[in-house]
């Protein structure tokens, strides 16, 4: 008895040391480098073809959150993120909802694709969404309209997010839904209350953590996606300004680029520095972003 008591306990010590490196890494990952984001010794810059001319620092990030072009990159990216993730959850809240409380024909093969879609490389959705918009019907439809979804700065946006976090806030929603007590929604229902009222009064309210959860997890993946937005929309930077709406030019969109690719687009360029900046930035709205899905009561092992 003591032996199995003695293994017991080294199984535990085991495990709570294999999740202190796994803390201790991640902790160390991320801020190992946090001093460097401090400006030590300032210069300015005085090149034309460049977007940032204003004050920056020698020492690795520095000063990125004073550049303009950051702010402007930083908006349009959550700007953008909310819109799909509202798009995603006024589509995939229903959905979820008859995935789990009816019997639809090829609900396995549904499972399958959305889960698939998880797994898969963005960058092939990208090059999916490209072939899609490019050719057949969708091509002739936006011809006749007179406008085009790829390589726009709205709704190519929209789009090319739309795929990966409306899949990621499905998985989620159903979990929520599948989580209720189905005796709650039968009581209601033997009470004369119709589908779409018990739909309102008890189904919502009762998953509504995991749905604000699914939520979240949508706005984030689709704040961090980068394969399918560099493949479908490009870079900003790289597109003639009179491809940019009015708007858009009020606004000097066409200084700016989303987040994620803009990191990308200034380590190509040679800006380590800068790149890293706008990482570190992603990982802190990640970072918030999961403290509050765990606050509200959203488990992470559904996703």
């Known amino acids: 008895m003591s032996g199995s008591r003695a293994r017991a306990h080294l199984f535990i010590a085991l495990c709570y040391a294999c999740t202190l490196v796994v803390v201790l890494s991640s902790c160390w990952l991320f801020l190992s480098n946090v001093d460097q984001l401090v400006p030590a010794e300032t210069v300015q810059t005085t090149d034309t073809e460049s977007w940032r001319t204003e004050t920056l620092s020698r020492r690795f990030a520095g000063g990125f959150w004073e550049d303009p072009a950051f702010w402007r990159s930083m908006n349009l990216s959550v700007f953008t993120a909310t819109l799909t993730a509202l798009l995603a959850a006024l589509i995939g809240i229903p959905a979820a909802y ?114 604000i959860a699914g939520f979240i997890l949508a706005w984030v993946r689709a704040l961090a996606e980068f394969g399918a937005v560099l493949i479908f929309c490009g870079t900003f930077r790289e597109l003639p300004v009179s491809r940019f709406p009015g708007w858009a030019k009020d606004l000097q969109m066409q200084q700016a680029d989303y987040l994620s690719v803009g990191m990308w687009v200034e380590i190509e360029f040679g800006n380590i520095e800068y790149g890293f900046g706008i990482a570190f930035a992603l990982v802190l709205i990640s970072a918030v972003s999961v403290y509050a899905i765990h606050r509200i009561g959203g488990k992470g092992y559904v996703w």
């Open 98 to 211: 008859a995935l789990t409380h009816y019997r639809i024909p090829g609900r396995g093969i549904i499972d399958v694709l959305f889960s698939s879609v998880i797994v898969l490389p963005a960058s092939a959705v990208g090059l999916c969404l490209i072939i899609m918009f490019q050719y057949g019907p969708l091509h002739g439809l936006q011809e006749n309209l007179g406008f085009q979804v790829p390589h726009t700065l709205l709704p190519g946006l929209v789009v090319a997010q739309l795929v990966l976090a409306l899949a990621m806030g499905l998985s989620a929603w159903r979990a929520a839904f599948a989580g209720v007590n189905p005796r709650f929604e039968h009581v209601a229902r033997s009470l004369g209350s119709s589908r779409w009222r018990t739909f309102w009064t008890v189904s919502l309210p009762s998953a509504k953590s995991g749905l």
